[in-house]
């Protein structure tokens, strides 16, 4: 249907970013993460960059969980639903995938007091899409690749976490970092680093292509 905002989004997840050139959208997922992501919004808010991220709800439900979710907001980040937990969904059926994002979306929503709260992007655990992709697309939200990762799961070691996000941050593409999931201080410091690096070159950090 022209003009209706589903019939643009695409099952096939989005993997590049906005703009020409040197530009890079970062994503962070598995938060909010009480003083992690409140340290990560500080330094994107002094180098005036957004970004998306991917929530969880068991996280938003969780100690301070509401009030980072929405100083994310406020501070003019784009959210993505990542489920309720960390589950693989690829075994799911369509309604289960659907119940689970549902509920994400009311706990989204829920915490932030608005009901109508925009969720425009999903992404999957692990990037273990199953069927989930398509139930996105039909709950309205676009689904965003799982590229350019760090393994910040694996490692927190900040030097090996640069070498790694020097190699991710290629131009016109999406970056994916964690800011929960664990502790996640080592990414927030060799993000500081490389951000600082790639500005000091000239480097934009923009949305999603298509934001």
Do not use: K
């Amino acid at each position: 249907m022209p003009g209706d905002p589903v019939a643009r989004l695409a099952l096939q997840p989005l993997a590049r970013a906005s703009g020409t050139g040197n530009v890079v959208a970062l994503t962070f997922d598995d938060g909010p993460n009480g003083s992690v992501t409140m340290s990560l919004l500080d330094f994107l808010r002094d180098h005036a960059i957004r970004a998306v991220f991917c929530v969880v709800g068991q996280n938003i439900l969780a100690d301070s969980g509401p009030e980072v979710l929405r100083r994310i907001v406020a501070e003019g980040h784009v959210l993505g639903n990542h489920t309720t937990t960390f589950a693989d969904l690829s075994t799911w059926t369509p309604d289960e995938v659907r119940a689970d994002l549902e509920e994400n979306l009311r706990i989204i929503r829920g915490a932030l007091r608005d009901p109508l709260a925009s969720v425009p992007y999903f992404r999957a655990p692990n990037g273990n899409w199953g069927e989930s992709a398509a139930v996105a697309v039909s709950l309205g939200m676009q689904p965003l690749a799982v590229v350019n990762t760090i393994d910040d799961w694996i490692t927190q070691d900040p030097v090996e976490l640069e070498a790694n996000l020097r190699r991710a941050m290629a131009p016109g593409e999406l970056v994916l970092v964690h800011d929960g999931g664990g502790d996640q201080w080592g990414t927030i410091e060799a993000l500081r680093v490389v951000v600082r690096e790639r500005l000091a070159d000239g480097w934009r950090f923009t949305l999603p292509a298509g934001a």
